[in-house]
């Protein structure tokens, strides 16, 4: 019996001198864990060195343009100056909610059609620039229909060739841009008040261009064509 205690508490011994004796001792090699509870990471502190970047910081620069999380966001004078869209009267119309026809397209009860401010080749090259980004993947460059999307199976999207879509009201575009439309999701979210005029004013320039005849080239310009032959000289 007391053998077996000797053996136990000699076994005891070691363990309890292999678990605190050897504290102290320096090693190169890194220590064995059973459970490194995430001790050590593979990640920067805060303002410490990388040789990873080239600035020799592991902090980087927020990129340009953006706002970081928690900071203030720009109040609406800030935002409001000098925008590429500060179009005419409604430049201070960013997300409005008002019941107005430039925030709803409405005229009464009815669609109301006119771009309520002037359209100028500033608002065009707006108009052409957020098209493309919002709409022409869907949509097409040209405003077929026949977008990148068409490729990889979203059907039905509206070909604005079509002559219900040349004779719709600039203001129920409006509303379906807003909103969206069936299966074509809203983008009022996205595309500020002015932009979204900007858009439909692009839009009626897709529709003219692909019905022009030879009556809208200049007299001068017209004769190559003008013999009879619809095949354009070279
Ligand atoms: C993700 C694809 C997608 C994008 C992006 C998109 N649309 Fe559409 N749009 C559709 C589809 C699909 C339809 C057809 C909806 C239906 O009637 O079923 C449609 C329909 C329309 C119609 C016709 C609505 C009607 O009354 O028949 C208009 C106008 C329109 N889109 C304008 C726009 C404009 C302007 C933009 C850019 C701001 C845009 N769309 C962006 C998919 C898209």
Request: hydrophobic residues 35%; positive net charge.
């Amino acid at each position: 019996m007391l053998r077996y205690f000797f053996i136990g508490f000699f076994l005891f011994v070691l363990l309890l001198l292999s678990m605190t004796g050897l504290r102290g001792w320096k090693s190169k090699r890194p220590p064995i864990e059973l459970f490194p509870d995430m001790v050590r990471q593979t990640k920067y502190k805060a303002q410490t060195e990388s040789d990873f970047y080239a600035d020799n910081r592991s902090a980087r620069q927020h990129v340009v343009g953006t706002i970081p999380l928690g900071y203030a966001m720009p109040t609406s004078s800030q935002e409001n100056s000098g925008k590429d869209n500060d179009f005419g009267p409604y430049k201070n119309v960013r997300f409005s909610a008002s019941g107005d026809y430039v925030a709803t397209g409405r005229m009464g009860n009815q669609w109301g059609t006119g771009i309520p401010f002037e359209v100028t080749a500033a608002v065009m090259k707006r108009g052409r620039e957020r098209y493309n980004i919002n709409c022409a993947v869907c949509h097409g460059a040209t405003g077929f229909g026949n977008g990148i999307a068409s490729k990889y199976g979203l059907n039905g999207i509206a070909n604005f060739q079509q002559q219900r879509l040349r004779d719709m009201a600039d203001g129920e575009i409006f509303n379906t841009i807003t909103w969206g439309k069936n299966t074509m999701l809203g983008y009022g979210s996205n595309i500020q008040v002015p932009d979204r005029w900007a858009i439909i004013c692009y839009i009626r320039a897709l529709q003219r261009a692909q019905r022009g005849t030879l009556s809208d080239v200049p007299s001068s310009e017209q004769a190559p064509f003008s013999t009879n032959s619809t095949t354009p000289t070279p």
